[in-house]
Nanobody
Framework: QVQLVESGGGLVQPGGSLRLSCAASGFTLDYYAIGWFRQAPGKEREGVSCISSTHDTSYYVDSVKGRFTISRDNAKNTVYLQMNSLKPDDTAVYYC???????????????WGQGTQVTVAT
């Protein structure tokens, strides 16, 4: 069964850090671009970051540049999103997705996780 499972979300104070993980099962991530998306209540899903299948290219939306880092460990079949200096505006459900195109267009992704909640609040 093809599956992506996110973990690592939670409640954190502003300025804090979290590392999200996206573990794949039933398929190998090696040949897939991976995207992280988020959706806050009442807002559209937003592409936050993506990384190419070859590791050498990554992208970040302006609002997270310098604070978030995407990485992948193909040996563990897992992708990570390190989130530092978190702000209340980062509060959302975060999803990872796997696809064959390196893009933040959600329609390009074939496989999706169930999401993990990130809440940034005092």
């Amino acid at each position: 069964q093809v599956q992506l499972v996110e973990s690592g979300g939670g409640l954190v104070q502003p300025g804090g850090s979290l590392r999200l993980s996206c573990a794949a099962s039933g398929f190998t991530l090696d040949y897939y671009a991976i995207g992280w998306f988020r959706q806050a209540p009442g807002k559209e899903r937003e592409g936050v970051s993506c990384i190419s299948s070859t590791h050498d290219t990554s992208y970040y939306v302006d609002s997270v540049k310098g604070r978030f880092t995407i990485s992948r460990d193909n040996a563990k079949n897992t992708v990570y999103l390190q989130m530092n200096s978190l702000k209340p505006d980062d509060t959302a459900v975060y999803y990872c997705a796997a696809g064959t195109r390196w893009t933040t267009m959600s329609s390009a992704y074939d496989y999706w996780g169930q999401g993990t909640q990130v809440t940034v609040a005092t």
